[in-house]
């Protein structure tokens, strides 16, 4: 009779072979892998030679089982959601690009009484009267500004046909450029109040040259005014964050001053007549300008 072991090796079952010396066997061998293991060569030897025999006289094949896809996962690092931001800052560039402002203006004065009384007569033909000290001490009146060279020279063959004498101021804001510091959606944020803030002085503009030829009322200046605040206000609260002395800070002062000068404008616009209320949107629309100027000087 016979018993088959591991692979068409065959071993006769004979009287010399008792029950004790298998043990004894078994226990001989656990004791020769135990100290081999305990080197790294015995390491080598056991996984190569004695594991595979063991197997063998056992009858079985050992088999180390492969890990689980739930233990997978839980041994693998935890990825970000796509939804979560890197904590790494992002720099954004904004431009505040060039930009080229012509005026015109009425008459300069070493007096400035003389000033006065030049502005208050050209509020009175709804234009806007804007009165303004430069470096040399000079009081210059302003009656409207425009964002082109023809659309300027335009009006003065016009003015100057009615008899009044009138020159060209111009004025250029150089470019700037601000880096904007942080995570993604607050650079994008503050890149998009400092957008908003910039395009005021053309708003003003635009309107003020559609409020004459357009002939539009009163009512309609209070409306674009409160639109105009609505946007600004939004846009303000991109800058809540930002340094004090950050450029994004004085975009910041510069939209709470245009927001002040629209509540003046809404406070007086309920007793203004369409002259009246033509003259204070092309006042307002001129110191823009001239602000946005001082503005992008500081910044530099």
Request: some cysteine; overall charge negative; aromatic content about 10%.
């Amino acid at each position: 009779m016979s018993q088959v072991y591991g692979k068409g090796r065959r071993r006769e079952t004979g009287k010399g072979y008792t029950g004790g010396s298998v043990v004894l066997i078994l226990m001989c061998c656990a004791l020769a892998v135990f100290l081999l293991s305990t080197s790294y060569w015995g390491d080598r030897l056991v996984d190569k030679y004695i594991t595979p025999a063991f197997a063998k006289m056992l009858g079985r094949v050992l088999i180390t089982p492969e890990p689980s896809s739930e233990a997978v996962m839980a041994q693998a690092p935890a990825a970000l959601p796509s939804n979560v931001e890197s904590s790494e800052p992002e720099r954004i560039v904004f431009e505040l690009p060039e930009t080229s402002w012509y005026l015109l203006q009425m008459g300069a004065y070493a007096d400035p009484e003389e000033a006065h009384a030049q502005a208050l007569a050209i509020q009175s033909m709804g234009a806007g009267g804007y009165i303004y000290e430069d470096e040399q001490g000079f009081s210059r009146v302003f009656a409207a500004a425009y964002a082109d060279q023809e659309s300027l020279l335009q009006v003065q063959q016009q003015v100057r046909s009615s008899g009044y004498e009138n020159t060209a101021y111009s004025i250029h804001p150089d470019g700037v450029e601000v880096t904007l510091s942080g995570q993604r959606t607050d650079a994008e944020r503050i890149k998009s109040a400092m957008e908003t803030v910039q395009k005021v002085p053309y708003d003003l503009t635009d309107f003020a040259l559609q409020y004459d030829e357009k002939s539009l009322t009163p009512a309609q200046a209070i409306q674009f005014m409160n639109e105009l605040a609505v946007r600004l206000s939004a846009a303000r609260q991109g800058f809540a964050s930002v340094e004090k002395t950050s450029p994004m800070a004085q975009m910041d002062e510069y939209a709470a001053w245009i927001l002040d000068t629209i509540s003046t404008f809404l406070a007086k616009s309920g007793t203004m007549n369409t002259i009246e209320c033509g003259a204070a949107v092309k006042h307002f629309q001129i110191e823009s300008i001239l602000k946005y100027n001082i503005l992008i000087k500081d910044i530099e």
